[in-house]
């Protein structure tokens, strides 16, 4: 099995303030590729049809993964007061996993 780490992450901000959401998506975007400790993919999506923002990031281990959770909750806290909560109070829906190889 390979380390390689995939996380996504979905949010969903409230309404009217989705500007100042995407801003903040933004500033991490920036954060995590200045971060030269790890070479790991991080995209966002748009689900039109549930306002909804999908963080899609891959990484080289869970140990990647692990490293970034401090600064992920710091930036989380960051933009709670723009977020709807989901129904068990988590300002997330989120999973991780180890790549499974194919070939």
């Known amino acids: 099995m390979s380390d390689e780490t995939w996380t996504i992450i979905k949010y969903k901000p409230k309404e009217g303030c989705e500007e100042q959401f995407i ?6 975007y920036q954060l995590m590729r200045d971060n030269k400790k ?19 990031a891959k ?8 490293d970034g959770q401090v ?3 710091e930036w989380l806290d960051s933009v709670d007061h723009l977020l709807e909560r989901y129904p068990d109070d988590s300002r997330t829906e989120a999973f ?3 790549k499974i190889p194919l070939d």
């Open 71 to 73: 600064a992920g909750l």
């Open 38 to 56: 790890y070479d790991y993919l991080n995209d966002f999506i748009k689900i039109d049809a549930t306002g909804e923002y999908v963080q899609i």
């Open 23 to 28: 801003e903040s998506l933004k500033r991490l």
């Open 59 to 66: 990484m080289p281990s869970i140990d990647a993964l692990i």
């Open 96 to 98: 991780s996993g180890i």
